[in-house]
């Protein structure tokens, strides 16, 4: 409900929720994009779940240090990575 995608290839399992907006993307099977979530320019592995409120692929200096970012700036996004960044310290 009042999420958008455009330009984007999603695959199979793919669940979008409310608000997100998702642009010039790849998103792998069984992912999951929380609400309010934006993501741009980037390929999201599979089993990723995208904590709500998340932005990926606006701010290229922020990606670059949780993500790997390409020459090109696509920001490129693992299950591990994201499990990396909800562990303390």
Known sequence: SGSRVANSLLFSNVRVHDYSSIDHAVILPRVRVGERCTIHRAIIDSGSAIPDGMQIGMDPAADAERFY???NG????????????????
Request: aromatic share 0%; net charge positive.
């Open 69 to 71: 970012v390409t020459e």
């Open 74 to 89: 696509v920001t490129l996004v693992t299950p591990n990575m994201l499990r990396a960044l909800q562990r303390p310290g």
